[in-house]
């Protein structure tokens, strides 16, 4: 029995990472859409660099992971799929709908169509960081 309790500890602690790259990756997608539509020159150009490192970063992190947490496998599926729904509704939002030349509203609608993309991964990760 002690075995298995080691060997559960193990992976439960490794899930650790997978709540963090999904605490990271949300925190960065709040920051992500202003800047890339409210910032002057380079600021776009900077958050587009860093959001290609970033997705380089992560996919080397998913795929070398080695133990798989129960909770993380049954959560990436549906997490995934919701993130790629709020992050299209994001760029539809500030391609299609905000102007050009944002009024403070348009600027508060865009912070919590920000918060709304993220928050597919903010609770994957406090999904994943509070699971004992």
């Known amino acids: ?11 439960r602690h490794s ?14 997608t709040i ?10 020159d380079p600021v776009p150009d900077v958050a587009a660099v860093g959001w290609v490192v970033l997705t380089v970063v992560s996919t080397v ?22 993130y790629v ?8 939002f ?6 050009e030349r944002p009024a403070p509203g348009w600027v508060a609608a865009l912070v919590i169509v920000s918060v709304v993309a993220a928050l597919p991964l903010l609770y994957a990760g406090w ?3 509070t699971d004992r």
Do not use: K, Q
């Open 1 to 11: 029995m002690s075995e298995i309790d080691r060997v559960d500890r193990r992976v």
């Open 15 to 28: 899930s650790r990472g997978a709540g963090w790259y999904f605490v990271i990756t949300g925190l960065a």
């Open 31 to 40: 920051a992500y859409w202003p800047a890339m539509f409210l910032g002057d």
């Open 61 to 82: 992190y998913w795929v070398r992971r080695r133990v798989h947490n129960p909770l993380v496998r049954r959560l990436n599926g549906p997490i995934t799929g919701a």
């Open 85 to 92: 729904v709020t992050m299209l509704a994001a760029f539809a």
């Open 94 to 99: 500030c391609v299609f709908v905000m102007p």
């Open 127 to 129: 999904r994943v960081l």
